[in-house]
């Protein structure tokens, strides 16, 4: 969400980006607020532009994203070297905001919640590129207890599918092979009884987009109407990332998740029962205010059920106005304790996610070609219908195609392998 917020930036601004600060002449830090090392990653990002702008007072020093909208003009306060803060709701307002800077030297905040044209800005889109996420909703309307996303995003607000269906559209038309949908709960999108499987059945009409993934789903959000669609449409892929949170019944209630252990274990194999090579990826939070030794061994017990692909696992950080916060006054987990089933829950984790990489030896694995490998600029890399990173040997130009490879390796955070033909 914050890569295509970041984006929708650098196009409201129409300048070309630089990872140069010192030839920038408008340095914007785009912030996370999720947990608190992400928030104080923020604040320390910010501090290193303070000489810079001392420097060169007519350089422009911005914050935006869920940091600028949880603070607001206490950030003016706090840094004068900064010139304005902007929520995450309001990048259309940018443009305007930078020419009032400029014009009139005022530094501004902007964090209202109800900005018309929500959706107005789109995405920078490099030339080339042939994945691209499209943004179908933003806010949310669930009360988890520990998430500050509705504090700072706002109530959920649905795109529309026309919408959504014409950057798509023009995505493909520039190129993009594969789109990825976005929203906090992706799945809970509708719109004039529009649901979100009928969402995906309109983009699978779409002429030569050859893939659709959607991030993140809400567990309770999975209804047949989604199921009967991701089986149905050939170009939705078969990965899902479903965070569960806990496998501990009386911690999935205190998070306020709104389902149970044997509800989303049922869910998951009802989606296995439609696409039955569904790979399927989660989120857990450990330590969440009152996790007893119980608690976590019922999280392990639900990692070796589900086997998960792979799993994002975070310490619970109590986060400014959430309800766990206020429980984690009156119960909270040991941090050693906390690290120390972190570390088992990884390394099962690991342990799993390479068993799975190393079980796809031999097979052959369609790959749309993304680019050049990040590790070897030899290798060609790409992902596969399961989203596995696969990097091989190929000529540049099999970029933006997608080929079969045949899978040599099995790595804890790729494959590898060689070009079938
Ligand atoms: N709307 C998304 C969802 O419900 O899955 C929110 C995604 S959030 C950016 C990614 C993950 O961060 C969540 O799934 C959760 O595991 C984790 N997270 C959120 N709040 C947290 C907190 N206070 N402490 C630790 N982890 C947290």
New binding site residues.
């Given amino acids: 969400?914050n890569e295509y917020d970041s984006d929708r930036i650098k196009n409201a601004l129409g300048a070309e980006p630089t990872d140069n600060p010192k030839s920038a002449d408008i340095i914007i830090i785009n912030t996370c607020a999720?947990?608190e090392k992400a928030d104080q990653k923020a604040f320390s990002s910010l501090g290193k532009y303070k000489s810079l702008k001392a420097n060169h007072p007519e350089k422009i020093v911005g914050i935006s994203g869920c940091v600028a909208q949880l603070y607001g003009d206490k950030l003016l306060k706090k840094m004068p070297h900064i010139d304005f803060v902007l929520g995450p709701r309001a990048i259309p307002k940018l443009p305007d905001i930078i020419s009032a800077i400029e014009r009139e030297k005022k530094r501004t905040v902007e964090t209202s919640y109800d900005i018309e044209e929500l959706f107005e800005i789109e995405p920078y889109h490099k030339e080339g590129k042939v994945t691209a996420f499209v943004s179908v909703q933003q806010g949310?309307n669930?009360r988890?207890s520990?998430?500050?996303?509705p504090r700072v995003r706002g109530d959920e607000v649905n795109r529309s599918l026309k919408d959504i269906l014409r950057e798509t559209n023009n995505l493909v038309n520039k190129g993009v092979r594969e789109i990825t949908f976005i929203g906090?709960?992706v799945n809970s999108w509708k719109e004039n009884g529009y649901k979100f499987g009928d969402l995906i059945r309109a983009a699978g009409d779409i002429e030569n987009l050859e893939r659709i993934r959607f991030t993140?789903s809400?567990p309770r959000d999975i209804t047949k109407r989604m199921i009967d669609a991701m089986k149905d449409v050939p170009q939705v892929c078969h990965h899902l990332h479903l965070?569960v949170?806990s496998g501990s019944n009386k911690v999935l209630s205190m998070m306020k998740r709104t389902y149970t252990r044997e509800w989303y274990v049922d869910t998951i194999n009802r989606l296995k029962d439609a696409v039955p090579d569904l790979s399927v990826s989660t989120?857990?939070?450990i330590g969440f205010p009152g996790e007893t030794g119980q608690d976590f061994e019922e999280t392990m017990s639900l990692m070796k059920e589900v086997e998960f692909e792979s799993s994002?696992s975070?310490?619970?950080?109590?986060?400014p106005t959430?309800a766990?916060a206020d429980y984690a006054e009156k119960e909270t987990v040991e941090p050693d304790v906390a690290s120390a089933r972190l570390s088992e829950l990884q390394a099962y984790q690991k342990d799993i996610t390479s068993k799975k990489n190393q079980s796809r030896v031999g097979q052959v694995e369609e790959v749309l070609v993304e680019g050049e490998s990040k590790n070897d600029p030899n290798f060609l890399s790409g992902r596969t219908d399961h989203n596995r990173i696969l990097n091989f040997e190929g000529a540049k130009d099999l970029v933006g195609k997608t080929v079969k490879v045949k899978v040599t390796e099995g790595l804890l955070n790729s494959l590898r392998g060689e070009l079938a033909v």
Avoid: E, H, L
């Fill in positions: 969400m999720i947990r949310c669930k988890c520990y998430c500050i996303v906090q709960t993140t809400y965070p949170q989120d857990i939070i994002y975070f310490k619970f950080s109590p986060r959430t766990a």
